[in-house]
């Protein structure tokens, strides 16, 4: 692959906890949907039983979109890559700029390792108006995994120009920098920031390479 994009096993040892951010950055309520008990459930862990209150909901209102959203999540949460697929899906197309929903089928795929698709739903993210800096990371960590490190280090970059305090960002920035061989010093001060800014994953790779 391009790049050398898996030199350190840090890569491989630390998920990407990006739903949690999503669900603390965005909500429906410019959607105008109350919420229902598949939240409540959805909350407290209890997936099965979310997803068969958001079953109800779509009974009657197949079109709902915040229900067809939280099911999603519910599947995905349970491992059910293709169901949450299905409904993100169905989802979009019944809000075609929701760009939560575009966000969480970009880290689906990077789950599922459909590069391409994680890349295609991150750009659509990117060009409607107002895109937040995760739909900017998202884009970079797409473009990473499929080896063009030139443009994903814009993308980290552009994420970071946003958000002045995205750990995660800082952090895949730094190890992109020592995978493509870029002066250590450099890559030491992203990863530094990210420890700064309390991205867990980043203490290991400050320990193993900014001593």
Not at 77 to 102: R, S, W
Not at 106 to 118: D, F, R
Request: with cysteine; glycine share 4%.
């Amino acid at each position: 692959m391009t790049g050398n994009l898996k030199p350190i096993s840090i890569l491989m040892n630390y998920k990407i906890k990006i739903l949690a951010v999503l669900i603390a950055i965005f909500t429906f309520s410019a959607c105008g949907e109350t919420s229902n008990d598949g939240d409540v459930y959805y909350a407290a862990g209890q997936y099965q039983e979310a997803i068969k209150a958001y079953d109800n909901v779509l009974a009657t209102k197949p079109k709902n979109v915040k229900a067809l959203y939280n099911r999603g999540r519910a599947y995905e949460e349970l491992g059910e890559l293709d169901q949450a697929e299905k409904d993100f899906i169905a989802a979009l197309e019944n809000d075609t700029k929701n760009i939560q929903v575009m966000l969480s089928l970009s880290n689906l795929y990077q789950k599922k390792k459909n590069h391409n698709s994680a890349l295609l739903y991150a750009d659509y993210a990117v060009e409607v108006p107002g895109a937040p800096a995760m739909a900017y990371f998202l884009k970079a960590r797409a473009l990473h995994q499929l080896g063009n490190t030139d443009e994903a280090y814009k993308e980290y970059s552009a994420a970071i120009k946003m958000d002045k305090e995205f750990g995660q960002a800082y952090f895949y920035r730094g190890i992109l920098k020592l995978a493509t061989n870029k002066r250590k010093s450099s890559a030491c001060e992203d990863i530094n920031m990210a420890v700064k800014l309390n991205f867990e994953a980043a203490v290991e790779a400050q320990e193993k390479y900014c001593k």
